[in-house]
């Protein structure tokens, strides 16, 4: 920074503007952050006046506040006409629909919608409403695709019920009646057991997904029925399962259960390009640095063997497994596929159109194996994907919050000197789109607010003075927005990035102590102490800081209420 710049600065903090180069340093450093604007917005992080405190007063520690439910309503079907059986049908579909998008009460009307039907089966006595499999299936995937607890254990119930009432037995002890309707059931099909297996791969439980898909494959051997004969569906729904899992066993079983499909040689059970885009992400999940493409290119010529072409899923896993850390030219691979596939796509193979998460993992390959101009070249292809959305007129094409925030994290870990101000542009790129398109899909999340905070905090080697000072005001403009907004929350990775700037960016002084103290207070009230919150304060607080911040940490334990809500 030259004299002029210096004293510029030190003009608009009305500090005297005299003395040696060294000495407008000091001068600077020493009232880091009193610009007006700067500390009005710290003010509004602490939640008032920002004064040095000799002590913080945090929180005592206290029993966590309890947790409780509101009641459920009941269900109007908006007349006195009983509905049809096909009613019933597409009510029932609906909350299955309304569970798999995350609404946790669909399951209960639901059950309200069974119920009714039952009801009015034995009331009216209407033999065109008694439950079918199909219904009893329709119930089950509602609960299955649920995210309350214990649902996915409501919809194995109905299933042990659906076997143990239609072979004459009393079924489950614990099984609550009152929740399915009392009698002889229908029994159970291939969709039943594979909405169950559904819920478990949903919620990655390999082991009880697989505990099902033994109890199928036994029903067909002992019954001979060929409609329980485990379906292609069944299988990938397993491996599913053991994708989700992230288990480095998972690349063996699955392709174990591929083998299996193959070997069956039978069409119903046959894999098809949804079977092996699994089994090969699961290979990219488990592998090590070059090992990953060699896997993957294996298995894609392993379906070309069995006259299928690999379509666009696949090859996504393929960038996939150039994004793994370590994958030798892995960036330069990737493009290069992404390339290809779009000139493919332009001679006329639709299968190999690019897609959203082509354009995420080829910028993932920038940030893992990239080198100095990954943002650079991160910039190119999310500028390639806006031209392709324009020329194909498919706004399917058009980045999301997904496609931003993998543009975020590549800036974010590089080492350009501009990173915290290209990444504020980012989110405020997102915001302004979001309400002009009314397009939520573009709407920052945690994980953009996240990223900026992350790319202010590690600032580049040789950043000046004024270049910290910006970073960490964007920081803290940022932190702000988290706190107000009304989509998200700041969480323990916030508070922690957060305190990483304060350590990194402002100079040891007393107002970084201040800062430090009462963002910390706010972790523990918040119940949001991590390690990582602990560690970012450890390296940001004084001595004399910590002492009074930590305590309470008998034995090196933390208050339970300071982590209760991680």
């Not at 908006?78 to 946790?104: H, K, W």
């Not at 009015?120 to 299936?137: F, G, K, Q, R, V």
């Not at 640095?289 to 070309?304: E, F, I, S, T, Y």
């Amino acid at each position: 920074m030259t004299m002029p710049a210096f004293k510029e600065q030190l003009k608009e903090r009305g500090l005297k503007v005299g003395g040696r180069k060294a000495e407008l340093v000091d001068r600077l450093l020493d009232n880091f952050g009193s610009a007006d604007s700067l500390n009005d917005e710290l003010e509004e992080l602490c939640d008032g006046p920002l004064e040095v405190e000799s002590s913080i007063t945090l929180p005592r520690p206290s029993t966590a506040p309890d947790i409780s439910s509101s009641d459920d309503g009941d269900i109007s079907w908006g007349g006195e006409n009983i509905p049809t059986y096909q009613e019933y049908v597409e009510e029932l579909q609906a909350m299955a629909f309304l569970s798999s998008i995350g609404d946790e009460e669909a399951c209960d009307r639901a059950q309200q919608t069974f119920d009714d039907m039952y009801e009015n089966h034995i009331t009216e006595d209407d033999a065109s409403l008694e439950p079918t499999t199909e219904i009893y299936n329709l119930l089950i995937e509602a609960y299955a695709e649920s995210s309350r607890p214990n649902a996915i254990e409501m919809a194995e119930k109905i299933l042990d019920r659906m076997e143990s009432s239609s072979a004459g037995e009393t079924g489950d002890d614990d099984y609550d009646e009152s929740k399915v309707a009392v009698g002889t059931m229908p029994l159970p099909d291939n969709n039943t057991y594979i909405a169950v297996l559904k819920g478990y791969a949903n919620r990655a439980q390999p082991m009880a997904a697989d505990a099902i898909f033994r109890r199928l494959y036994d029903r067909f051997m002992i019954t001979g029925d060929k409609g329980l004969m485990p379906t292609t569906e069944a299988y990938n729904q397993l491996i599913r399962a053991w994708m989700k899992s992230g288990t480095r066993s998972a690349a063996s079983v699955t392709e174990d259960l591929l083998n299996e499909m193959i070997d069956a040689n039978d069409d119903a059970v046959m894999p098809n390009v949804e079977t092996f885009a699994r089994v090969v992400n699961c290979h990219v999940q488990a592998s090590k640095g070059k090992d990953a493409p060699a896997n993957v290119q294996r298995l894609m010529d392993q379906m070309q063997d069995l006259s299928m072409e690999p379509n666009a899923e696949v090859y996504n896993v393929k960038i996939k497994s150039l994004a793994v850390r370590g994958v030798p030219d892995g960036a330069v691979r990737a493009v290069d596929t992404l390339q290809w596939m779009l000139n493919e796509y332009r001679k006329g193979n639709q299968d190999l159109c690019p897609t959203r998460a082509t354009f995420i993992t080829a910028i993932n390959a920038q940030t893992s194996n990239g080198g100095k101009r990954a943002a650079q070249e991160s910039e190119g292809l999310f500028a390639m994907m806006q031209s392709m959305a324009k020329e194909l007129k498919d706004d399917e094409l058009l980045p999301n919050v997904r496609v931003y925030n993998a543009l975020i994290r590549c800036w974010a870990r590089s080492k350009e000197r501009n990173k915290a101000e290209r990444t504020r542009q980012l989110l405020e790129t997102m915001a302004k789109e979001s309400e002009l398109r009314g397009d939520d899909e573009l709407t920052p999340n945690l994980q953009t607010y996240n990223g900026v905070l992350n790319a202010c905090s590690f600032p580049s080697r040789g950043n000046s003075i004024e270049e910290k000072y910006a970073a960490f005001r964007i920081a803290v403009q940022t932190l702000n927005e988290l706190r107000a907004s009304e989509n998200c929350e700041p969480n323990h990775v916030s508070y922690g990035t957060f305190l990483r700037s304060c350590g990194n960016l402002m100079p040891p002084t007393p107002k970084r102590d201040a800062v430090v103290g009462n963002i910390f207070r706010k972790c523990c009230e918040e119940g949001l102490v991590s390690e990582f919150v602990m560690d970012s304060v450890s390296h940001a607080a004084s001595e004399n800081l910590k002492s009074t911040l930590f305590e309470d940490c008998v034995g090196g334990k933390l208050p339970r209420t300071w982590s209760c809500n991680l």
